[in-house]
């Protein structure tokens, strides 16, 4: 079984998809009982599409503006 170490070591892998089988198992193994890396992973998976969603000139000064108010609007406390 893994720990949350090599879950956040291994979190890219994960999300795409490099596990082999015995390690997504052990994956599930301590996702099963650890809260903290499934909001983990889940807050990858969605910093992760909100980059994959930026348009390729993003890596200017509006670009990543619009990145930080995008990830602000999608975190904010109701």
Excluded: I
């Excluded at 949350?4 to 099963?32: F, Y």
């Excluded at 990858?44 to 000139?57: I, V």
């Amino acid at each position: 079984m893994w720990n949350c170490k090599d879950v956040t070591e291994r979190a890219s892998d994960e999300a795409e998809g490099r596990l082999t089988l015995r390690e997504r198992v052990a994956l599930q193994a301590h996702l099963a009982v650890c809260v903290h890396c499934r909001r983990y992973l889940r807050q990858f998976a969605r910093t992760m599409g909100l980059l994959r969603s930026l348009p390729n000139d993003a890596n200017d000064a509006e670009g990543e503006r619009q990145a930080v108010a995008l990830f602000r609007s999608l975190h904010r406390k109701p």
